[in-house]
């Protein structure tokens, strides 16, 4: 379970990111954070994992408060979390199957870890969150060699490695073409339901954001603006949480 | 700034293009002065080379045919001049790698740090090989382990500066995908960092390794041993022909040196 309460993000330069956030999401939701850019969605995500510091309030994570870890502890929630980025961030030289046991790397001895040198059980791991990715036959194949919804499946298969009970993903679908975005999504759809992993996603995609969640919640300037079923958002709701904004300016000019 | 008007032309429907004047003229001119005055400042004299320039070719013509006799007592100071580079090559860059890390801004949050590896990096960088074996003689006596020892210092700098340049100009993504998951930052550099930058750590490390056969065979010259010993006192019998005995072989050292360094780095790329 991941619970926000009256939580603030200020940035160095006096920005306000979020303004008190107030959410709970019980594990095994599917949810799709939306608003425009600069909004705070990305923000709000890379709190759950402290790649952000909050500035005020109390963030839980599975009964954990986040915003007092430190070092170690920090490194030991994330073990937790996996995360998805617009840009895969994979490591482009090597191959896929590389990659992925690069989610083992943590947990490793030492002598393991400089050598570079993965056991076999580890390496069977690795194969099978590739297989479960449908992309078991580019295991040996470099990552820059991969077309972009590839390259995603890989990274989402180094994060099934990692065995999280929560996934962030930050605009996974953004550099991909409709086609391979479905295939995406329905990728998180069938992570979330066959194995209960708590999925958050923050996407541009209105469309694909409310046919495949189950929740959606809106953002706007820091603000949650929405916040329930992806089958109740409505036209005038979208209008809210994009345009409110717009809105707001013309009316301030 | 510029001294010049910018020029600007008209398009048929009426829109203004403005076009920069280009700065070339005025650096071209700078640098002619420049030119210039280190001509006078160095005492560079044109009479002086066309009356000398003969001397050139006799003893460019002493040189030939070298000494083929001289040959097999050459070939020990021509392994150790390769060893010693070699020997020094492989620990200097070894050693590059941690000092780079430390010396990298993106890795290191601790600014301080960072500074002052930089400094030491530059600090080994401003010292001249040819002095570093010199000081190395004091230290470890006359012979090829000074040579080494100061191959070394200079590899380690050469290699280091170059490491933490491309360290720096890596890309973080998969960095900040490795600190997502729980890595440390050591950990995270070894996983997302060093595959980046292995080909060309590598490839540095051997172009060094080159340029250090080259430099080891001068260094004989402070006695740090190896095949500089043998020119020097060649040159000082003013046996010329000794000397282009010595000259032919470590150009084709060199050259096959080279050649291999060559291919491996392309293999690299």
């Known amino acids: 379970m991941i619970k926000f309460q009256n939580v603030n993000k200020k940035y160095d330069n006096g920005y306000e990111a979020l303004k008190d956030i107030n959410l709970t999401i019980e594990q095994g939701e599917y949810v799709a954070v939306i608003g425009l850019s600069g909004a705070g969605k990305s923000t709000l995500i890379r709190c759950i994992n402290r790649m952000h510091d909050i500035s005020s309030g109390s963030l839980l994570v599975n009964d954990v408060e986040v915003s007092t870890l430190k070092g170690k502890e920090i490194r030991k929630l994330r073990r937790g979390i996996g995360m998805i980025f617009q840009s895969f961030n994979l490591v482009n030289r090597i191959s896929s199957l590389k990659n992925v046991l690069v989610s083992f790397v943590p947990d490793m001895p030492i002598w393991r870890k400089v050598l570079g040198l993965y056991t076999k059980k580890q390496k069977i791991e690795a194969l099978e969150a590739l297989d479960r990715m449908n992309i078991l036959d580019k295991a040996f194949t470099r990552v820059d060699q991969l077309s972009g919804g590839q390259q995603q499946r890989v990274a989402l298969a180094r994060t099934l490695a990692q065995k999280p009970s929560i996934i962030l993903a930050d605009e996974p679908v953004a550099s991909l073409d409709p086609i391979t975005a479905k295939q995406v999504m329905t990728d998180f759809q069938r992570i979330n339901e066959e194995m209960n992993m708590t999925i958050i996603i923050n996407i541009h995609h209105v469309d694909l954001a409310l046919e495949y969640a189950t929740r959606v919640v809106g953002i706007r300037s820091g603000e949650i603006v929405y916040d329930g079923p992806a089958s109740e958002v409505t036209e005038q709701i979208l209008e809210h949480i994009y345009n409110g904004k717009l809105e707001e300016e013309l009316s301030g000019n | ?72 007592k050459l070939w020990q100071p021509l392994f150790d001049t390769i060893k010693m580079s070699l020997l020094g090559s492989i620990l200097g860059s070894i050693f590059a790698l941690p000092l780079a890390y430390l010396a990298s801004s993106n890795m290191i949050k601790n600014k301080p740090v960072v500074a002052a590896f930089k400094f030491i990096l530059s600090l080994l960088r401003t010292l001249p090989t040819l002095v570093a074996a010199l000081i190395a003689t004091f230290v470890f006596g006359i012979g090829t382990m000074a040579g080494t020892v100061a191959i070394f210092i200079f590899t380690v700098a050469y290699v280091g500066k170059l490491l933490y340049e491309a360290i720096e100009n890596a890309d973080l993504k998969a960095f900040e995908a490795m600190h ?77 040196i080279e050649s291999i360094s060559e291919y491996f780095r392309k293999k690299l790329m």
């Open chain 2, 1 to 72: 700034m510029n001294i010049l008007k910018a020029k600007s032309v008209e398009l048929p429907n009426g829109k203004t293009v403005t076009f920069k004047r280009s700065k070339a003229p005025w650096i071209i001119l700078v640098l002619l002065i420049c030119f210039y005055y280190s001509v006078q400042i160095t005492g560079f004299d044109l009479q002086v080379l066309a009356k000398r320039i003969g001397q050139f070719w006799v003893i460019i013509g002493d040189m030939i045919p070298p000494n083929w006799k001289y040959l097999n």
């Open chain 2, 180 to 256: 997502s998951m729980g890595h440390t930052t050591t950990s995270a550099f070894r996983c997302a960092i060093m595959p980046q930058i292995l080909p060309n750590y590598l490839s540095n490390a051997i172009f060094c390794f080159e340029g250090n056969v080259r430099y080891a065979a001068i260094l004989g010259y402070v006695g740090a041993g190896g095949i500089g010993l043998m020119l020097n006192e060649s040159l000082g019998w003013r046996n010329y022909a000794n000397v282009g005995m010595i000259l032919l072989l470590l150009v084709v050292t060199v050259y096959i």
